[in-house]
């Protein structure tokens, strides 16, 4: 936090090395949240305008959030008009026997196939690993778009579950399913890698 | 007793302190017993710190158009 706060510093005293390193460290994240929300062909209107009113707003900002948060909070207002337009509401799929991780248990409920054990050198860049890149990604566009919402906006930008199923017009358990199975869909991701070096 | 299936459905809300003192409990003395679902809950706990940083960062290449619009909105407000 306080590397934060000085990068915040020198944010608002208009230093452009910071900005450059501010879209460099958020951009791909916000972009993966616009795309979450509005759809991947409208994602990045909605991320330039963005950043041009996170720009401008930034002299005021108080640093009560993350840095993080504070911007997604912008994506999430530029993408306002167009989540009205293209919100569907899908119905939950509940059912157990979708569950991502189903076919790794016991009919009563114990391990079959237990999770393997991961390397633990770098347990933060478990999902950078460069092998895993393309699998990543094709999860991530597999996944139902509430689902995907959730991840994105709980796990990457940090917003809390109050905001989030305001915006997304979810429930607060409905929210909590939608993030589970967006978590253990990649837990299966890397247990797999971790396993077999493949994805 | 406690499932292995019931442990990974409740894995989150234990790692977000959302288990009541009970609930919390039962499913440590279910981690006593069970190194498979001790396994689970340590990776998943991992996957949790990774998630945020799974996108990268921005290529020289967006970062210089995200520059380049907030360089042209700021010239067109000063208009
Ligand atoms: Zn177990």
């Known amino acids: 936090m306080t590397s934060e706060l000085s990068t915040l510093r020198a944010l608002q005293s208009g230093d452009p090395t910071a900005f450059s390193e501010l879209v460099r460290e958020h951009h791909r994240a916000l972009l993966a949240t616009a795309s979450a929300i509005v759809g991947i062909d409208n994602a990045e209107e909605c991320l330039q305008n963005a950043w041009i009113k996170a720009h401008q707003a930034l002299p005021q900002f108080e640093g009560k959030s993350s840095l993080r948060t504070w911007l997604t909070r912008i994506v999430i207002n530029e993408s306002r008009m167009l989540l009205r337009k293209t919100r569907r509401e899908v119905p939950l799929e509940l059912d157990e ?5 189903a076919d790794r248990f016991r009919e009563g409920g114990h391990w079959s196939k237990p999770p393997a054990t991961w390397h633990d050198e770098s347990p933060d860049g478990l999902l950078m690993e460069r092998e895993l890149a393309d699998c990543l990604s094709r999860v991530l566009t597999a996944m139902p778009a ?4 959730m991840l994105e906006l709980r796990d990457v930008s940090g917003l809390d579950f109050d905001e989030i199923c305001n915006e997304l017009a979810v429930t607060a358990s409905n929210a909590r399913v939608l993030l589970h199975r967006a978590r253990t869909q990649l837990f ?8 077999t070096g493949e994805c | 007793m406690l499932k292995c299936r019931e442990v ?10 959302e288990l009541s003192r009970r609930e919390r ?14 396994r689970y809950i340590r990776q998943f706990e991992w996957l949790l710190r990774a998630i945020p940083r799974m996108h990268g960062s921005a290529s020289e290449a967006e970062i210089s158009s995200v520059l380049k619009a907030v360089e042209n909105a700021e010239k067109s407000t000063f208009k």
């Open chain 2, 8 to 17: 990974v459905h409740q894995a989150d809300a234990l790692l977000a302190g």
């Open chain 1, 146 to 149: 509430q689902q995907r919402a």
């Open chain 1, 188 to 195: 299966r991701l890397v247990d797999h890698y971790q396993e």
């Open chain 2, 25 to 38: 409990f039962v499913l440590q003395m279910h981690l006593i017993i069970c190194r498979h679902c001790r």
């Open chain 1, 97 to 101: 026997s979708q569950h991502p991780l």
